[in-house]
């Protein structure tokens, strides 16, 4: 008899929570809020809860609150699934995340069973959106896309380089580093190292005695900012006179707070500057009012919300199921990162990559600019 009137309790408690909270749109944003990658984590986060903020201040959604709630899930896929299912048990109806594609990927699938959209703001491998899942979109675009840019920069500019290719084993940086080598090995270059190295790693001496030895003036990094700043670092140290070019893993101002001067001249590859779009003027102004700097994925994940308010007004509904059929029909969505259209899987129609270069601007800070 106890145990039913608990239940009873129980169940009458989570009835008046879910008649409070029948008024509020619930997004998730999970992303690396602590660890090694938390900058790009807090990008998410700030991205996010400005958009949800101006949203409220215009209305909401279908004139419903948006409420953020965070997830931090440390760049581990086990953690991410965690997250997830925190997520489900919350009521979250969407989530802006995840950063890792290690842990979006995962993560997917529990919120494909459970009735939620994700739209990741970050995750580029190609997998996230070949399975045929109903929920996945990405604000960004893919490995393929960005790896192809990549090889044919290196083929096209260092024509006599000895090339290293290298990655950390992520699914991440490992789909980029291989994209890359596919489109390298299409333009006639045969790379002279392929190597992966452990995430977390921080001596990298043995690696670049390898490097100088055969000759390598040219390195490909597939992963994140923190390791690459180290090899960069100790590359130079070691008196390796070799270019690096990376992936949006390094977008980062933290990747020239752990390189220091090494990591003047290397190249990335990015989209196009959102914080140049027009569209984006004044939300770049609050952001730099409050003084956080929306760099990288910021604006991202700003947009990645835009696109779930776009597509419920679209459906006229809230329900996860028809904002994703909504924005499967591929109608120009305006954003501040430009107008986003989506195919039947949830990629961009129109992703595109450039290419950047870090240097020391004239007030002392290293940080980057689109080449022309």
Same mark, same amino acid.
């Given at each position: 008899?106890?145990?039913?009137?608990?239940?009873?309790?129980?169940?009458?408690?989570?009835?008046?929570?879910?008649?409070?909270?029948?008024?509020? !749109?619930?997004?998730?944003?999970?992303?690396?809020?602590?660890?090694?990658?938390?900058?790009?984590?807090?990008?998410?986060?700030?991205?996010?809860?400005?958009?949800?903020?101006?949203?409220?201040?215009?209305?909401?959604? *279908?004139?419903?609150?948006?409420?953020? @709630?965070?997830?931090?899930?440390? $760049?581990?896929?086990?953690?991410?699934?965690?997250?997830?299912?925190?997520?489900?048990?919350?009521?979250?109806?969407?989530?802006?995340?995840?950063f890792n594609s290690s842990v979006s990927i995962p993560a997917s699938e529990?919120?494909?069973?459970?009735?939620?959209?994700?739209?990741?703001?970050?995750?580029?491998?190609?997998?996230?959106?070949?399975?045929?899942?109903? *929920?996945?979109?990405?604000?960004?675009?893919?490995?393929?896309?960005?790896?192809?840019?990549?090889?044919?920069?290196?083929?096209?500019?260092?024509?006599?380089?000895? !090339?290293?290719?290298?990655?950390?084993?992520?699914?991440?940086?490992?789909?980029?580093?291989?994209?890359?080598?596919?489109?390298? *090995?299409?333009?006639?270059?045969?790379?002279?190292?392929?190597?992966?190295?452990?995430?977390?790693?921080?001596?990298? /001496?043995?690696?670049?005695?390898?490097?100088? @030895?055969?000759?390598?003036?040219?390195?490909?990094?597939?992963?994140?900012?923190?390791?690459?700043?180290?090899?960069?670092?100790?590359?130079?140290?070691?008196?390796?006179?070799?270019?690096?070019? /990376?992936?949006?893993?390094?977008?980062?101002?933290?990747?020239?707070?752990?390189?220091?001067?090494?990591?003047?001249?290397?190249?990335?590859?990015?989209?196009?500057?959102?914080?140049?779009?027009?569209?984006?003027?004044?939300?770049?102004?609050?952001?730099?009012?409050?003084?956080?700097?929306?760099?990288?994925?910021?604006?991202?994940?700003?947009?990645? !919300?835009?696109?779930?308010?776009?597509?419920?007004?679209?459906?006229? $509904?809230?329900?996860?199921?028809?904002?994703?059929?909504?924005?499967?029909?591929?109608?120009?969505?305006?954003?501040?990162?430009?107008?986003?259209?989506?195919?039947?899987?949830?990629?961009?129609?129109?992703?595109?990559?450039?290419?950047?270069?870090?240097?020391?601007?004239?007030?002392?800070?290293?940080?980057?600019?689109?080449?022309?």
């Open positions: 008899m106890k145990k039913f009137l608990l239940s009873g309790v129980v169940f009458a408690a989570g009835f008046a929570f879910a008649g409070a909270a029948s008024a509020d !749109v619930i997004i998730g944003v999970g992303g690396p809020l602590t660890g090694p990658n938390a900058a790009f984590g807090a990008q998410l986060q700030k991205g996010a809860e400005q958009a949800a903020a101006d949203i409220n201040a215009a209305g909401g959604i *279908n004139g419903e609150k948006v409420v953020i @709630e965070l997830g931090d899930d440390v $760049s581990d896929p086990k953690q991410g699934v965690s997250v997830a299912n925190k997520f489900v048990g919350d009521g979250v109806k969407f989530v802006v995340g995840h529990v919120y494909a069973e459970n009735g939620i959209l994700e739209v990741t703001p970050a995750s580029t491998n190609p997998t996230f959106t070949e399975r045929g899942l109903w *929920n996945t979109f990405r604000v960004c675009g893919r490995d393929d896309q960005q790896g192809a840019v990549a090889g044919k920069y290196i083929a096209d500019h260092f024509k006599d380089a000895k !090339v290293a290719v290298l990655h950390d084993k992520t699914t991440y940086g490992q789909g980029l580093a291989d994209e890359t080598k596919k489109a390298l *090995n299409a333009a006639g270059v045969t790379e002279a190292i392929y190597e992966g190295v452990n995430l977390g790693d921080k001596d990298f /001496s043995a690696l670049v005695s390898k490097m100088k @030895e055969a000759g390598v003036s040219s390195i490909y990094w597939g992963g994140m900012h923190t390791e690459a700043g180290l090899i960069a670092r100790q590359a130079a140290e070691a008196g390796l006179k070799a270019t690096m070019m /990376s992936g949006d893993g390094i977008a980062s101002a933290e990747f020239a707070a752990i390189g220091g001067p090494s990591v003047e001249g290397t190249l990335m590859t990015f989209g196009p500057d959102p914080r140049e779009n027009p569209a984006a003027t004044e939300t770049v102004k609050k952001f730099r009012d409050a003084g956080f700097e929306p760099e990288a994925y910021t604006l991202y994940s700003y947009a990645a !919300v835009q696109m779930i308010a776009a597509g419920a007004k679209t459906a006229g $509904s809230t329900d996860p199921q028809a904002v994703a059929d909504a924005l499967h029909k591929g109608d120009p969505i305006p954003t501040v990162i430009g107008d986003l259209a989506y195919d039947e899987k949830g990629d961009r129609k129109d992703a595109d990559y450039t290419v950047y270069q870090w240097y020391k601007a004239d007030d002392g800070k290293i940080t980057y600019k689109m080449l022309k």
